[in-house]
């Protein structure tokens, strides 16, 4: 069984400082992760993904997140915030045969404050 | 190129009522998923379809939700004398199911109330 775990539910930071948003992730073969990001009354976009190229892996809107094996975890940062990032952000993992469900974290409100 | 599309956006129904719901996945995905995102459950899977194998519905959650994908497109969610635990958001994503690209792509969702 695969899950991710997501610390925060709600998170604060300053426009302009850094963002940290962390998920943990537990799977039994070797994963695909991803992070997605949800405006109100929107679907999810994906930000970013890893599937076992680059462990650094780059995103949209300046986001990146590292793949850590030895810590099973896969946290987004942004190095300055903006506004326009106030969002709930969603950590996923799957597996890379078969059905390729995603299991989602719990999600993260990520809150911007002028 | 155009997205996963959904409809309808918003659907008010009488708790008994069967309700139909559409997803247009983006041209040439061949894997196709639906998930329930509510309050209490957070982001649920429900059903997979990939190409013309049995789809995977080990996720829906009793029998009056059903799922169909015709001619490898088109899929409609159907759900039986609806309850009012029903209600949430229906998203549904489609993949392109490739080596090394097992991201989805999402919807905007259909917003079910029952009342």
């Known amino acids: 069984a695969q899950s991710v775990t997501q610390l925060g539910s709600h998170v604060s930071v300053s426009e302009g400082a850094l963002v940290l948003l962390r998920c943990n992730y537990s799977?039994?073969?070797?994963?695909?992760l991803f992070w997605y990001v949800q405006y109100p009354n929107q679907g999810l976009q994906l930000l970013l993904k890893?599937?076992?190229?680059?462990?650094l892996v780059k995103g949209i809107n300046g986001f990146e997140a590292e793949f850590k094996k030895s810590e099973t975890s896969f946290h987004l940062t942004k190095p300055s915030a903006h506004m326009s990032d106030a969002a709930e952000y969603f950590c996923?993992?799957?597996?890379?045969?078969?059905?390729?469900?995603?299991?989602f974290g719990t999600g993260t409100r990520l809150t911007i404050i002028p | 190129g155009a997205g996963v599309s959904q409809s309808p956006s918003n659907k008010v129904t009488e708790k008994g009522k069967d309700v139909e719901l559409r997803c247009d996945p983006i041209s040439g995905h061949t894997a196709l998923y639906w998930y329930r995102q509510s309050l209490g459950q957070g982001l649920e899977f429900l059903i997979y379809?990939?190409?013309?194998?049995?789809?995977?519905k080990s996720g829906l959650p009793s029998d009056r939700f059903s799922a169909e994908r015709t001619g490898g497109s088109v899929s409609t969610l159907t759900i039986q004398r609806t309850q009012q635990e029903d209600s949430a958001v229906y998203l549904c994503?489609?993949?392109?199911?490739?080596?090394?690209?097992?991201?989805?792509?999402f919807g905007p969702g259909t917003r079910l109330t029952v009342t």
């Open positions: 799977s039994s073969v070797p994963p695909y």
């Open positions: 379809f990939q190409g013309n194998s049995a789809p995977d």
């Open positions: 996923a993992v799957t597996k890379n045969f078969g059905n390729e469900k995603l299991t």
């Open positions: 890893y599937t076992s190229a680059a462990t």
């Open positions: 994503a489609s993949g392109p199911r490739l080596a090394g690209a097992r991201e989805q792509y």
